[in-house]
């Protein structure tokens, strides 16, 4: 059956409860002409002396089919199909609801499934990139159908890649809060011949992710020392996460990627396929992260720092192929 086909004219006494079936205009000379009903409004008692006055005492209504859907009962049955963990929907408006963040932290985005959805004919599914850090009513995902109208059986078909899936196509994991040690490389900062830039700057970036700089310590350009120092937050603090700042480059005193070897840490990878940021190193120690930041996380404001900083806050595990997939859309500056 064909949406048409669901028309049907009524005397617009009998029309309460029914659906309008396409947008009534209202005109009056100088003053207003514009919608007065939105196609799918369904009629109340009070539309009735409106609808009089624009000369309707017929209109069409749609009556719905078994099987077939209103736009706002489509889009509702996708949003709550798509919604995981600390997402909350909007009512429908003009036929479409919008999923959003009930919490500050990471955005999570199926997006094989969020594809597939969209490969189905007439369905929409609009979502933020996956990773993005959130604000409590951060939106996440819009939900929509082309049609006034849509078969049931699509969003059927939508329902079940959502529950076959193994995540939810949209969901927020909260921020845990991490103890944070920062090691400060660099004879020049450790002499008193310049002062430190990067101490303020990491404080700021992990504060604002509900975590902490327990200590910030500062280390010469000698291996041994930066070894010395990973090992106190590592064993003394037991830190959650360590960071040590400065020579990650390729002049004779860069020291941190070889110290961090050296503290036994596992390198995830050395070296990263993001402007800014691309000497930025990722390892554990054990199960504790340890990143070597590179010079420009002090002066630019998103680096592959940024990128990876959140999700270690939310409590992932960060793996080669992570590291890999920074580099397409990665090129902010540099
Ligand atoms: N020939 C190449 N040169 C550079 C490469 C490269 O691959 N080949 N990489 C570039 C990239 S990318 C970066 S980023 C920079 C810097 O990396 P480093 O982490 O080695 O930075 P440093 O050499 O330690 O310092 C650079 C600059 O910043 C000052 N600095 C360092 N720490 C602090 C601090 N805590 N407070 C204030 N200022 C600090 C330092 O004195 C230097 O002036 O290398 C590129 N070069
Ligand atoms: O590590 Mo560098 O950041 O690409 O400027």
Request: contains cysteine.
């Amino acid at each position: 059956m064909r949406p048409e086909s669901m028309l049907r004219e009524v005397k617009v006494e009998d029309a309460i409860g029914l659906m309008l079936a396409h947008d009534l205009t209202q005109i009056i000379p100088g003053k207003f002409k514009g919608r007065l009903f939105t196609k799918g409004h369904k009629i109340r008692e009070e539309d009735i002396p409106a609808l009089l006055s624009i000369g309707k005492e017929h209109i069409y209504v749609m009556d719905i089919q078994e099987g077939w859907l209103h736009e706002d009962d489509a889009a509702f049955r996708m949003a709550r199909a798509a919604s995981g963990a600390n997402v909350e929907l909007t009512s429908p408006h003009e036929g479409k609801i919008t999923l959003k963040s009930t919490i500050h932290g990471l955005a999570k985005i199926h997006k094989p499934l969020v594809d597939a959805i969209n490969s189905i004919d007439q369905l929409v599914m609009s979502t933020t990139k996956t990773n993005t850090v959130v604000k409590p009513g951060h939106p996440l995902t819009g939900t929509r159908v082309i049609p006034l109208l849509v078969e049931e059986t699509s969003i059927r078909q939508m329902e079940q890649l959502a529950n076959e899936a193994s995540e939810p196509l949209v969901q927020v994991k909260p921020f845990h809060s991490l103890r944070v040690g920062l090691i400060t490389t660099g004879s020049e900062v450790f002499k008193g011949r310049i002062q430190d830039k990067f101490g303020p700057i990491v404080r700021e970036k992990v504060a604002a992710l509900g975590s902490e700089v327990i200590e910030q310590r500062l280390a010469p350009d000698e291996s041994d020392v930066i070894v010395r120092e990973i090992r106190y937050f590592l064993e003394e603090q037991k830190a959650d996460l360590i960071l040590v700042t400065g020579g990650m480059s390729v002049d004779p005193d860069d020291r941190t990627p070889g110290a961090i070897r050296q503290a036994g840490a596992r390198i995830v990878s050395y070296g990263t396929p993001m402007l800014p940021g691309s000497m930025l190193l990722v390892g554990y120690l054990d199960d504790v992260p340890i990143m070597g930041l590179p010079g420009c996380v002090m002066h630019d404001p998103y680096t592959s720092f940024d990128a990876l900083l959140p999700r270690i806050c939310a409590g992932e595990q960060i793996v080669r192929a992570d590291i890999t997939e920074l580099g397409y859309g990665g090129l902010y500056g540099c």
